[in-house]
């Protein structure tokens, strides 16, 4: 069947017209996706704002930030220092440092200087596997498995300490610091990396003295990333570091951290509307704001000493 050129023109015309709109629409539609985030993340402040503002109507904020007992459960006199919560807190973050940062930059190290295409090819899906165990796993192995193992060196450890699921924590974010690390030393250049060669360098000279030094803002974002993230895991801690709110640094005994003691109320520990309901939001936004300042760190750091080539 024949067209016109009129009725071409027209139809022209009414697609052109089509596309126009969808034009129109679309950066609508992106700004609104875009905002979802903004508008979600107020929503979180707003939520802990209101009911941490509540807590702090029954219970001082000087003596929450200042106690060093916590024991909310208590009948006669209960206690809310939130430091008990914090030193748990960090005890498993150390903990989970102190084997991740090694690991992780090693493994960074050997996937970017070392490693020949087919081994990164290999050793790269590994890591995100291990990436993507669920976190509840990992607290169960850290309970049935690395406890245990940990027992037969250290003879009194108790079933629940905090030892195990630090180390496990810190299995847990191996993979996001050497992947984040990776990428910060892939993109120095290799023009670098061949300069220092032919100054008679040695890979290991090359990879501490030139790659370490030019990609050190990425490095220490993906390690203030990885400690955000040691300090805001959850079922790990709550599987095998027990409910014990301690004071101090104290690998081989029982602790509860803030993540934890939320996940304790949240079972139905508490009724709604008591102080100790209202408590979960104070630790909420503790740790709402331990994190946001470990990101803004994580940030400023980036921008700071970025090396642009």
């Known amino acids: 069947m024949k067209i016109t050129i009129r009725e071409r023109i027209k139809k022209n015309k009414a697609k052109q017209s089509y596309q126009n709109t969808i034009e129109k629409a679309m950066p609508l539609l992106f700004f609104l996706m875009a905002s979802l985030s903004i508008l979600v993340t107020l929503g979180i402040i707003y939520t802990l704002l209101r009911e941490t503002i509540m807590f702090f109507t029954h219970i001082s904020l000087f003596d929450f930030i200042t106690g ?62 291990l990436a993507g165990v669920p976190t509840v796993v990992y607290g169960l192995f850290a309970l049935t498995f690395v406890t245990p193992l940990m027992q037969t060196f250290v003879t009194d450890l108790p079933i629940f300490n905090a030892l195990s699921p630090g180390i496990v924590v810190g299995i847990m974010i191996i993979p996001q610091i050497t992947s984040l690390s990776q990428e910060a030393m892939n993109a120095v250049p290799q023009s670098v990396r061949d300069g220092a060669y032919a100054l008679g360098a040695t890979r290991l000279e090359v990879a501490l003295k030139i790659v370490i030094p030019g990609s050190f803002s990425g490095i220490v974002s993906s390690l203030v990333l990885g400690l955000s993230r040691a300090i805001g895991e959850t079922m790990i801690v709550s599987t095998a570091a027990g409910s014990t709110p301690n004071l101090g640094f104290t690998p081989t005994e029982s602790i509860q951290t803030m993540t934890s003691y939320i996940v304790q109320v949240s079972m139905g520990d508490a009724t709604f509307g008591s102080t100790i309901y209202y408590s979960i939001y104070a630790v909420g936004m503790t740790l709402f704001l331990f994190t946001l300042i470990m990101n803004i760190l994580a940030n400023h750091i980036s921008r700071k000493y970025r090396e642009v080539y």
């Open 68 to 129: 060093t007992e916590w024991y909310p459960f208590f009948e006669n006199n209960p206690s809310y220092g939130i430091w008990p919560l914090l030193s748990g807190t960090f005890t498993i973050a150390i903990i989970a440092m102190l084997v991740a940062v090694p690991i992780g930059l090693a493994s960074a190290i050997y996937l970017s200087e070392y490693a020949s295409d087919r081994s990164r090819r290999i050793l790269k899906p590994i890591l995100e596997v």
